[in-house]
């Protein structure tokens, strides 16, 4: 009887043994190489995984970037200190990164801008757009239903007056606003950009100012006080350069409609 027993549970002692051994010689003769590196970056990444560095999150940049494939810059969220760490690790050197920030095209508040319709439906920018560009007069112009607010991660986005106002000293640079926004108006610009044509209409001057207080009508009169040559046109639209304007203010004095604002960057 003993016997009966010893023999098949040995059987299996050994079977077990020697596929653990054969496992463990796989598990060696397979074994895939990782880089210490990664997951050194990983760590000092900030996790939002936002997709902004154009991988799939922070995981992806990280190996991205020591396979050589991405820039040791290329997580705006991190910033600069994290681009310096990143490269500090690698070995290599940074190049300078500039700050970003989202702006809102768009000035047109419930108080400036005239409505075509009262609108009752979804509270949603995509929902709002498909029924005759939205209830605004101006069909360039923020619907103020808050599809970029929902897709912020960081709460840097908030809606005043109908319109979208970014809080500039908590924007990451991420642009799933950009992405979310069915009009389009959210651009990047450098944080240090400080004057903007917060406008985004491309209609003649005359029905911009028929439809909104603080468009911009095309007259070039910034464009006239500019001494950096820094505003060109988009047809009738004005847009401010900001790698080429020094911030000296004229554009936004010279502006009949208040289309021009300022937006410090004093953080």
């Not at 210490?36 to 996790?47: D, H, N, S, T």
């Amino acid at each position: 009887m003993l016997q009966e027993l010893l023999l098949p549970t040995g059987l299996i002692g050994g079977l077990g043994l020697l596929f653990g051994l054969g496992l463990a010689f796989a598990s060696k003769k397979f074994e895939v190489q990782t880089d210490e590196r990664v997951a050194k970056i990983r760590e000092i990444l900030p996790g939002a995984n936002c997709g902004a560095c154009g991988q799939t999150g922070c995981d992806g940049f990280a190996e991205c970037v020591v396979a050589g494939k991405c820039d040791v810059t290329g997580c705006p969220v991190g910033g600069d200190k994290v681009s310096k760490s990143i490269a500090e690790i690698l070995g290599v050197k940074a190049g300078a990164m500039v700050a970003k920030t989202a702006r809102v095209m768009c000035s047109g508040t419930y108080t400036a801008c005239k409505l075509k319709f009262d609108y009752s439906g979804i509270e949603d920018c995509t929902a709002a757009a498909n029924l005759f560009g939205g209830p605004s007069a101006c069909t360039y112009g923020c619907l103020g239903m808050g599809n970029c607010v929902r897709a912020c991660p960081f709460g840097a986005i908030e809606i005043v007056d109908g319109v979208a106002k970014i809080i500039e000293y908590k924007c990451k640079a991420c642009e799933k606003c950009v992405a979310a926004c069915p009009k389009k108006i959210i651009e990047m610009v450098p944080l240090c950009g400080e004057y903007t044509v917060s406008c985004s209409s491309l209609d003649k001057g005359a029905i911009v100012r028929k439809n909104c207080n603080v468009g911009c009508i095309g007259c070039g009169k910034c464009a006239k006080v500019c001494q950096s040559n820094a505003i060109s046109f988009n047809g009738t639209l004005a847009k401010i350069k900001p790698e080429v304007c020094t911030n000296c203010g004229e554009c936004m004095k010279a502006c009949p409609t208040g289309a021009i604002g300022r937006y410090k960057c004093d953080y």
